[in-house]
């Protein structure tokens, strides 16, 4: 069965396993095999074994990851990376130029930031931030003929800030330019940006998709064909392709997505209404409650709200710090999405970058990514170190 007839006719978890790839035809093996290898036999000059000649261009293990990513997304075409960061330039280099502009959000991951204020504005690329729960601002930064993209996270790094995509599309569309959507966060099993009319997506796979803290990577989906022989170019043309071992691992994590988001969330929710009545802290920033600004649009264009969790304390940076030092269970590190629960202080640690700019973010601030452990255990773990 084809992935597009896979997306006509199955559930998410369906699609999750088996989308993207049939049992080997020669042995009957069910999971997609790891094609080691660089090049590929051709039958006679230009006679190509199913496409496949040189495996930056195309791997077979790749292959089955980026058709499982796309049938997940709703998309036309997947693309898989080395990394999050490498996904985003090369969909930067393959659409845009020199002089050129792009919207981002004013609360972006800060290697977001960091690859467009260090990397492309040194290309020439111009970008402009507004804050994405706001469909007038991000109206307002778009600049007539110049702007190429309006890039969104929903829900935001770290703030947790949530995007109307139905609107911003309408809008973005209007001004000529595409949509794009960091749906990290949010993972397919929430959210499917296409269906509400994002042109791409992006993911760090190494967070949500992987699942597992053991292999980095990315992905592109694209909702147009011309669109995806752009990418497909440059992602040949650049070279930051995921190996065949990183993209089995991915893929084999792909498929358990929807059960450990399900976790993932149910113990949110608990971490979230522990933390909402504790005395020392005094402000908690989840898209699932109900005070929270963006609260109605994910519950319309969100399954659930998602696996982490930003909130603030009392006493300052240095009291952030010390919960962030105290914690056990909760492990200090960046990245996220992993089946372990990490604790984080964004200022220092994941949005160093974006220190002294209109981005910087809180110093009392916690970003927790909360895993799939007993959930009594980490609200004890989190009791502990609040003190």
Known sequence: MSTQE???KAGFETLAIHAGHEPDPMTGAVIPPIYATSTYKQDGVGGLRGGYEYSRSANPTRTALEGAMAALEDGERGFAFASGLAAEDTLVRALCRPGDHVVIPDDAYGGTYRLFDKVEKAWGLEHSPAAVSDVDAVRAAIRPGETKLVWIETPTNPLLNIADLEKLAAVVHE?????????????PYLQQPITLGADIVVHSTTKYVGGHSDVVGGALVVRGLDVAEKIEFHQNSMGAVAGPFDAVLTHRGLKTLGVRMDRHCDNA???VEFLSTHARVCE???PGLEQHPGHAVAARQMKRFGGIVSFRVVGGEQAALDVCAAAEVFTLGESLGGVESLIEHPGRMTHASVAGTELEVPADLIRLSVGIETAEDLIADLDRALG
Request: proline content about 0%; glycine content about 4%; charged content about 15%.
């Open 6 to 8: 896979h997306s006509q």
């Open 175 to 187: 001004a000529g330019a595409l949509l794009v959507v960091d749906n990290t966060f949010a993972s």
């Open 269 to 271: 929710e608990k971490i």
């Open 284 to 286: 908690v920033i989840y």
